[in-house]
C-alpha cells in the first residue's frame, strides 16, 4: 500500500487506532466502547491487520483473541500526533463562510469554479465541523443537498461534504441535524418513487446518525426503518439499495434485531422466510466475539 493510501486508512480507522494505542481490547469490547456493531469493528480490525497497522492475539487458556496496534502504527501515529501539534490553531470566521456560500450558490459562475470551491468547503467541514454546522446559510444549504442530492454538479459534490459534518456528529449542533436533516433522509428513504440512488444514499445517512450514538433511541427506529423497507415486496436483495439496506441491518445489529430477524425466517411466506435467512447468514459473525 503507497503511503498516501495508508494514511487515507488510517484517517478513516483513526478511533480505533486511538483506542488501541493506549491499551490492548477485545472486539466485542471495542465494538461497544464506540458504538459500533461488532460485525464493523472487525471488518475494519481485518483491513487494519492486512496492512500491518494492528495484531491480534489469543492468551493462553482464553478462546478470545485481543487486539493491539504494531510498532508500526505506533510510529505512524506519533508523526502525525507531532506535526498536528506544530500546526497553529487557526479559527474560521463567519465571513469566510459566508464568501464560500456566495460562490457555491452563484449559479451565474461556472461549474468548474464551484467545484473547485466545493473541494475547499469539503476541507472545512472535515477540520472544522462546529463553525460550518452551526452556521444558518450552511445549514440551509445541506438541507437541499439533503432534499435533492443529485440535482446537479454541485450538489451531488456537496453530498460529500454534508456526509464529513454527519461523520462528525457533535452534541452541540444535533438538534438541527434531529429536526431538519434526519426527517429529509427518512422521508426520501421511504419513498419509493425517487431515484435510488438518492434512497440509498439517504439510508447510509440515517444508519450514520443512529450509529453515532448522540440519541440511542434512533438506532432502533432506523432498525425498524430498514426492517420494514427489506421485507417490501419491492426491494430485491440484489440491488443496489437492497444490498444498502442489508448492510445497515449488520451495522445496526442487536440482540432483538437479531431475535426479530430470526422469527421472520419461520414465517410461512416463503419471500420473507428467504430474505431473513438471507440476513441471519451475514449476522452469523456478529454472533462471534
Known sequence: MKLAELIELMGRRWNILEKLSKRKYYASRLAKELGKSPPEISKNLKELEKNGLVRREQKEGERLKYCYITDYAKKILTS??????LKPETKLEKWQIN???NILEDQNLSDDLRLEYSESFRRICSEHPTEVATHRGAQRLFEKVAADPFHDKIREDLMRSLSAILRRLRKEWSNWVLKKLYPIFVKNVGNKE???R?????????GEIANSGIVP???????NLCLEIWFSDDIDPETDLGKEVKQQLVNLASRDLFENIKASAKDQNPKVKAKAELLLKRLK?????
Open 80 to 85: 502525525i500526533n507531532q506535526v498536528a501539534q
Open 99 to 101: 464568501e464560500l456560500l
Open 194 to 196: 425517487l431515484d435510488p
Open 198 to 206: 438518492i434512497r440509498e444514499w439517504a439510508l447510509k445517512r440515517v
Open 217 to 223: 433511541s434512533k438506532k432502533t427506529e432506523v432498525q
Open 285 to 289: 459473525e456478529w454472533l462471534l466475539p
